[in-house]
């Protein structure tokens, strides 16, 4: 994809072209819609969310702050943001519905972030997590982010970020040992 093309839509959005936002939804849609495939992969079966689902809320979230975003950069940390917040507040009906029933359960694993004994952990306590490390290291958070919430590889978060994948492993292995951290006290 194209950033110098996201970049220049999003600029035209906040110099008010009306076209813009259209064009640029045209423009990112099949990577948010893969972005959304490789995270939805890592659902436990049965989940009632599907990608094209995903993509159109995060996405409806996303539109109301486009003239915002500055950049590739920060449209897809915005649309990462979006997608978790979306999934999360799924998690969080869905657990409304059962009246306290079992909560979406998740692993780590597909991120090399495994318990010591392969339990999953609930969602929900991914989320705060995730937002108790972005207010030590908003870096990691967004990586975590990235990670977790909408399946990127380090390259791809490279490629977004503009950060070396060198730099981007030494924070994914002290992002992973501060989520073992958190989550297994």
Do not use: C
């Not at 539109?63 to 897809?76: I, M, P, S, T």
């Not at 990235?146 to 981007?168: C, K, N, P």
Request: cysteine-free; aromatic content about 6%.
């Amino acid at each position: 994809m194209d950033g110098e093309r996201v970049t220049q839509l999003l600029q035209e959005i906040r110099g008010g072209a009306a076209e813009a936002s259209r064009r640029l939804i045209d423009v990112v849609h099949t990577e948010l819609h893969r972005m959304a495939e490789v995270r939805m992969r890592s659902e436990r079966a049965g989940h009632t969310l599907q990608a094209t689902a995903l993509v159109n809320e995060a996405y409806m979230r996303l539109q109301v702050h486009e003239a915002d975003l500055e950049d590739r950069a920060h449209f897809f940390g915005a649309a990462s943001r979006a997608m978790e917040r979306v999934l999360v507040d799924h998690a969080r009906r869905r657990l409304a519905q059962k009246r306290g029933g079992d909560a979406a359960r998740m692993t780590l694993n597909e991120l090399d972030v495994a318990t010591p004994d392969g339990a999953p952990f609930d969602a929900l306590e991914i989320h705060e997590a995730v937002e108790a490390l972005e207010r030590e290291s908003p870096e990691l958070a967004s990586l975590v982010r990235y990670r977790y919430f909408v399946g990127l590889t380090l390259e791809q978060v490279a490629e977004i970020d503009g950060a070396s994948v060198a730099t981007l492993k030494r924070r994914w292995t002290f992002a992973r040992a501060w989520l073992h951290a958190r989550l297994d006290t």
